[in-house]
């Protein structure tokens, strides 16, 4: 899925999903890349030109981002990992609605965000990730999380609280090939450098 954020340097995304949407201020990225998403989305105020041989669906409710709106349309066809480009950089009040959104759909859907420095996801209460030795790995809570535990960064945290305000952890170190997270309570949201 491509946001109005902004767009990845690499557009891999094209080689390596089966289905490509596009939220409608999106879609003039992909088109600017020679690349065909299968669906646009949105209340189409945000977009040059509306496609004509793509499916478009539209959704005016403005009570609701095109983010959370296009979630919702995937989550009603069985997806259940989305993996996001373009959530951040430009209008960062986008950047803190898409995350805000994330939490909204942490139960139903694995949501991964994407861009040319890493990626950050709100993780489940046990959380592990491979390949990362020597990658940044910063742990926010969203707003506060409880006995954080984790294994592999070169400063552990050994069933410790985070709350924003409070105590964050960001800038730590992967010192091993894999690191887990596990908390109790709470939300993180973790970044991992590429």
Known sequence: MLLNGLPPTNFEIANSYDLICATDGAYDHLVDKEITP????GDFDSISNIPKDIP???TPDQDYTDFEKLLHHL??????EIHVYGASGKEQDHFL???HVALVWK???NIVFYD????HRLIPKSFQASNVKGKNVSIYPFPE???ISTEGLEFPLNGEALKIGKRIGIRNKAINDQIQINYTKGNLLV????
């Open 56 to 58: 478009t669906l539209h």
């Open 116 to 119: 040319d420095y890493g990626t």
């Open 97 to 99: 609605g898409n995350i």
């Open 75 to 80: 989550h009603q066809e069985g997806h259940e």
């Open 107 to 109: 139960e139903q859907l």
């Open 145 to 147: 999380a409880e006995e």
């Open 38 to 41: 299968n669906l646009v989305s």
């Open 191 to 194: 970044f991992i450098s590429h």
